[in-house]
């Protein structure tokens, strides 16, 4: 591609031409390994598929339905989307190995734009060693980004639904920070910035899903909803009753700063914020609970999801096609 025409859009460039610019920006990110046999360029990927358990997860972001491109950069849009899928694999216990991703944008695109989409996209995989193998790309009114991640699990893959009465519940990561982002940047601010970056490129523990994996976790989830709407999903499909420890979390200095500037509780962020995706699993014991994992709860005989033993009216988090 002639480089004085790179920050062109995309319907100057043409399909073919925005592909091969796509693909050059990951390269200089990461070379494929020894596993992607064919990767973006032929009709689909070829990979070499190890021994063990696979495990697929796919995940959509829509313009201004998920994202404002006024509030974030086209590389931390890349970081972010790629982060959400990867954060699945390891709520499985599994560590990623491939990624395909499908882009539909508008065709005065800046190619520039989705240049630095795909090096976000192409950096969050790399820090867990994954490749992105191959995707799509289409002309739309609006940009939707699709991710499908791959990964594989060296050991039986941790559900949702093992959780039993006596188990204890522990999360892994930073909680309630994205939420504090979002709530600054939807009053038209951009501070605290830790929590705006925070919102703008989730840090998910990938590495902490097989620990607890090894460590006997009887069952796992990752926090993109919102922590008690997710440990909602967990004692829902396990059949018991969670109980949460409001007293165990320390709520950041920058959560208490945005929540006396709203005036609301600052650990409303931290129960009902999602996309930190962090991890939160139950073990059987307080002694199986690894070390880095914060206990915040307990799991019981029933249903649903309490605070203190109190349900709350609203237990708040991410719905799709909610107004």
């Known amino acids: 591609m002639d480089a004085a025409h790179e920050g062109g859009t995309l319907a100057e460039h043409g399909e073919f031409a925005v592909i091969e610019a796509i693909t050059a920006a990951m390269g200089e990110v990461r070379r494929p390994g020894a596993d992607v046999l064919v990767g973006p360029g032929d009709d689909a990927a070829v990979l070499r598929v190890r021994t063990g358990h696979v495990v697929v997860s796919s995940d959509l972001l829509v313009e201004d339905r998920h994202f404002r491109k006024a509030w974030t950069t086209a590389y931390d849009l890349g970081r972010r989307a790629a982060a959400q899928n990867l954060a699945d694999i390891a709520a499985m216990g599994g560590t990623a190995t491939w990624l395909t ?175 930190d995706h962090g991890l939160v699993a139950c073990f059987e014991s307080a002694a199986d609970v690894p070390q880095g994992w914060l206990r915040i709860g307990t799991v019981g005989e029933g249903e649903g999801v309490t605070v203190a033993g109190e349900t709350r009216s609203e237990p708040g988090g991410w719905t799709h096609f909610s107004s």
């Open 101 to 275: 991703v499908g882009l539909a944008a508008p065709a005065d695109t800046p190619l520039a734009w989705v240049r630095d989409l795909a090096r976000g996209l192409a950096e969050e995989a790399a820090l867990v060693g994954a490749d992105v193998v191959g995707g799509d790309l289409t002309e739309s009114g609006e940009i939707v980004i699709a991710v499908t991640v791959l990964g594989s699990c060296a050991q039986s893959p941790v559900l949702r639904d093992g959780a039993r009465p006596g188990d204890v519940v522990a999360l892994a990561g930073r909680q309630g920070w994205a939420a504090a982002g979002l709530a600054v940047l939807s009053r038209g601010f951009r501070s605290p910035r830790t929590v705006v970056e925070a919102h703008r490129r989730p840090a998910p523990p990938y590495d902490q899903g097989p620990v607890a994996a090894q460590a006997g976790a009887t069952a796992m989830i990752d926090v993109s909803d919102g922590l008690l709407a997710d440990l909602g999903h967990l004692a829902r499909d396990s059949g018991v009753a969670i109980d949460v420890d409001p007293g165990v979390f320390e709520v950041p200095e920058p959560l208490h700063a945005v929540g006396a500037a709203l005036g609301v509780d600052p650990l409303g962020f931290v129960l009902t914020g999602g996309e």
